[in-house]
């Protein structure tokens, strides 16, 4: 995409309206709503809500059976897309780690874009539904009487609708929606960044207070705070990186991770700072649950997590129960604390 498109971009979130041009007929502006205009959409929400549950329409709870029963959806869908999460995570941490191996790079973003696009299919499978909701009916006649209200003609004077119907203009709205990719584009690129530099200190960015700003506005505000955070920190990243959405947001992952990392670790060592169990070989942490258990076992080293699975691997070959002194590292311990008092004793017996 050239900048002409990016410009565009930035000119129609600073101005908070989209330009809609009618075939053969004049341009509209649909206005982002102010914050009087959303409180009193509130009123209309609630009256199309209590008209759709007196006719009987379902809430969403209700919905939850007829997805089970139609095979539309099932909490194995939504744990699936947390794992899948998880994993998108970890290839994001991966492919910051050989940003330099342009061929491995582009092979993990496949698989991204894959994965993304398998975890919005499992999202929407429990939303499929939604729209026939007492709050979908709600927040749809909530948003049709919000463009009724934004969309002007270019001289400022309200349309009349003569020429397309509000849910053209709605189908418009949404399909013209900015993709977040785009607005990162915006937020670490002139000419935005130098306007973001100067104004920030003035506070006269939008024209408009912070209460204010339309949600576009408020997304720009928030990656041209996170990028200035990322140039500031002690081990940004090179700007080919920060260029690189995937390889930044992997960048960002393992910061977080190190960081809570960190933050765990404090934690433990405040629970082990007992001076009667200071000096031991092991200590026992007690989880609260499986992932508690999970982070509590990342935060031994290589040598510990190796023992903790080769004792894993023992106990469950075991016949029977298995003694504490009968397990093999255990064993090695002991066998090296026994020469250990043997050599110091034949030391003490030459001295003599």
């Known amino acids: 995409m050239d900048n002409i498109y990016y410009e565009r971009l930035l000119y129609r979130i600073l101005q908070g309206r989209l330009k809609l041009r009618l075939n053969d007929g004049p341009v509209l502006f649909i206005e982002e709503p102010t914050m009087d205009l959303l409180e009193e959409s509130l009123e209309a929400y609630d009256e199309a809500y209590k008209q759709a549950y007196y006719s009987n329409v379902p809430i969403k709870e209700e919905l939850i059976d007829t997805l089970l029963e ?26 910051f780690e050989k940003f330099y191996d342009k061929r491995f790079v582009n092979s993990k973003k496949m698989q991204i874009r894959q994965i993304e696009d398998r975890i919005n299919k499992l999202r929407f499978k429990k939303m499929v539904l939604d729209h026939t909701s007492c ?51 915006l937020a670490r690129n002139n000419p935005w960044r130098q306007m973001w530099s100067t104004g920030k200190k003035t506070g006269e ?77 092991e200590v026992f942490v007690m989880a609260r649950d499986q992932e508690s258990a999970s982070e509590i076992y990342d935060l031994n080293n290589p040598l510990a997590r190796k023992t903790i699975r080769e004792r894993n691997q023992q106990i469950q070959n075991a016949e029977g129960d298995l003694n504490f002194k009968d397990l093999h590292d255990v064993k090695q311990d002991i066998q090296i604390q026994s020469r250990q008092q043997a050599m110091q004793g034949a030391k003490k017996r030459g001295r003599r």
């Open 70 to 95: 139609n095979n539309l959806w099932s909490p194995l869908d939504d744990k699936e897309a947390e794992q899948l999460e998880k994993k998108l995570e970890d290839m994001k941490v991966e492919a």
């Open 135 to 185: 709050e979908g009916s709600a927040s749809f006649s909530r948003q049709l009487w919000i463009l009724n209200r934004t969309t002007f003609y270019s001289n400022g004077i309200p349309y009349d609708w003569s020429d397309i119907t509000v849910h053209g203009v709605f189908d418009y709205y949404v399909e013209s929606n900015i993709k977040d990719e785009n607005i990162r584009y």
């Open 205 to 281: 960015l939008f024209r408009r207070h912070t209460v204010d700003l339309t949600k576009d506005q408020k997304i720009l505000a928030h990656y041209s705070t996170m990028y200035d955070n990322i140039y500031e920190h002690p081990e940004s990243p090179n700007d080919k990186v920060i260029e690189d959405d995937d390889c930044l947001d992997g960048w960002i992952i393992k910061q977080r991770r190190e960081n809570e990392k960190n933050k765990k670790q404090k934690e433990v060592d405040g629970l082990i700072g007992n001076s009667k169990i200071a000096n031991a070989q």
